[in-house]
């Protein structure tokens, strides 16, 4: 049967997550719910990568089986039925047995800080009024690149067989009043750049040294890190294949 990869952005305010939850609202549900209407029968999406509540993304995909042919104006008409915080950027053929997930070979996130109130970021990044050595800042995002084991950086209760991760890319940029922390990976952990982040700040803002983030990264323990950056600045930017 044809496989599609579609493409899908989205502002994840208002949604419980990427993937179907009981009881709660996600953009796999919403996505789910305008393909059944729109194509006349059940579609049972599968997501390339997880985000927890409150997380953006710039760019996911879902992958699905469909035997007929998909109409010429597929995205206009779906995009119409869609909430105006989802969005389907496209929808691409692909082959068989091609996964949306383990087809992946890498996804990239960004966190965004603000330091200046602003209403019209409330909801897309967090407001953080304080000093911060951005120098500090990359040689902490740098000595990441040194380790795969991220175990102090995974939330508990995950259901993963590996904290092994490759950190391909990782460093703070300042930008537009405040700075952007830019990871890319071969895989992430529940919660992981969240707690990258948090634990992070501590080092820009000098509460602690490099040499205790290293040895918190060291003692595999989840609580050590800190966890407490919220869900609202962060975006998954792209999954790479």
Known sequence: MPRYFLEVMYKGTAYSGFQVQENALSVQQVVEKALTVYLRQPVALTGSSRTDTGVHAL???FHFDHS????ERFLYNINAMLPADVVIRSLRLVADQAHCRFDAKSREYAYHLYR?????????????PFPLDLDGLNRAAAILKEYEDFTSF?????????????????????????HVYHVRANRFLRGMVRGLVGTMLQVGRGKISEESFRKIIEAKDCTKADFSTPARGLFLVRVNY
Do not use: L, M
């Open 116 to 128: 200046d109130k602003d209403p019209f970021q409330a909801d897309r990044a967090w407001y953080y």
């Open 68 to 71: 007929e042919a998909i109409p």
């Open 154 to 178: 995974s939330k508990r209760n995950t259901q993963v067989r590996t904290f092994f991760c490759r950190i391909e890319e990782s460093y703070w940029e300042h930008h537009a009043g405040g």
């Open 59 to 61: 760019q996911n995909f």
